[in-house]
C-alpha cells in the first residue's frame, strides 16, 4: 500500500499533463502536416478536459490497483485526424501517430535525468528518504517515468486501434495496409488480451530502457 499510494498521484499525474501533451502531440504533427481537424475542435490544446477519456483514464487507475504499481495501461481521447489532409499520404499518418508515444518518452527522460542524478548517489537518497515528503516525492516522481515509458511502449504495439498499428500501416505499402486493415474487426478483443498479458512483453522492455534512463535496474 505505501508503493500504491505515490503510484495512484502519479496516475493523476499523468491524466493532468502526460495525457494531454501525448494528444497534443498528435494534434501538432497534424496541423504542422496540413492537417486542422483536431485544431478545429479544439484539441489542439494542453487543456486536461478536453483530452479526458472517463474509460481510458479508469483503465489506467485500475491497472495501478491490480498491479499495485507494476503494471500500467490507459488512454486519452482519441485525436481527430483526417489523413487526406496530410502532406506525404499514410507516412504523414505514421509521423502523427508516432509523435504521442514519443512525447511520453521526452516526458520520462525529462524527469530521469534528476532522479539519475539522485539515484546515483547514496547519500543523497538516504537523505531524502528521511524526509517523509521529500521521500514521497521521489516515489511520485519515478512512478511518472515509469508510467510514461509503460505508456510508450504501449502505445507503440502493432494493435489496432494503438498508435502502433497506424505506424504500420503508414510505413507497409499500400496492398500490405489493406490486408492488415482487415484484422481492425478485432481490435476490442486484442486490446482486452494485451490488458490481461501485455504486461508480461512489455515490463522486460521497459525494465531496460528504464535502467538506462535512471542508471539502475527497477524490475
Do not use: C
Request: proline share 7%; charged share 10%.
Amino acid at each position: 500500500m505505501e508503493s500504491l499510494i505515490p503510484a495512484l498521484v502519479a496516475v493523476g499525474i499523468i491524466l493532468l499533463v502526460a495525457f494531454p501533451v501525448h494528444e497534443f502531440s498528435h494534434a501538432l504533427a497534424a496541423f504542422r502536416l496540413g492537417d486542422s481537424t483536431a485544431r478545429f475542435m479544439g484539441r489542439l490544446t494542453l487543456n486536461p478536459v478536453v483530452h479526458f477519456d472517463p474509460f481510458g483514464g479508469g483503465m489506467l487507475a485500475l491497472s495501478a490497483l491490480l498491479s499495485q504499481g507494476g503494471f500500467f495501461f490507459g488512454y486519452a481521447k482519441p485525436t481527430p485526424v483526417n489523413p487526406v489532409n496530410l502532406d506525404g499520404g499514410r507516412r504523414g499518418e505514421a509521423l502523427v501517430a508516432l509523435a504521442g508515444p514519443l512525447s511520453n518518452l521526452v516526458m520520462a527522460a525529462i524527469v530521469a535525468i534528476p532522479l539519475r542524478v539522485v539515484l546515483g548517489s547514496p547519500q543523497l537518497v538516504g537523505s531524502l528518504v528521511t524526509n517523509p515528503l521529500a521521500g514521497f516525492a521521489l516515489q511520485v516522481a519515478t512512478y511518472f517515468v515509469i508510467i510514461n515509458v509503460f505508456l510508450f511502449l504501449f502505445n507503440l504495439l502493432p494493435i489496432p486501434p494503438l498508435d502502433g498499428w497506424k505506424v504500420l500501416t503508414g510505413l507497409v505499402d499500400a496492398r500490405t495496409a489493406y490486408s492488415l486493415r482487415q484484422v481492425e474487426q478485432y481490435a476490442f478483443f486484442m486490446i482486452i488480451f494485451v490488458f490481461l498479458f501485455g504486461g508480461r512483453v512489455i515490463a522486460p522492455i521497459a525494465g531496460a530502457i528504464l535502467g538506462f534512463l535512471l542508471g539502475t535496474r527497477l524490475f
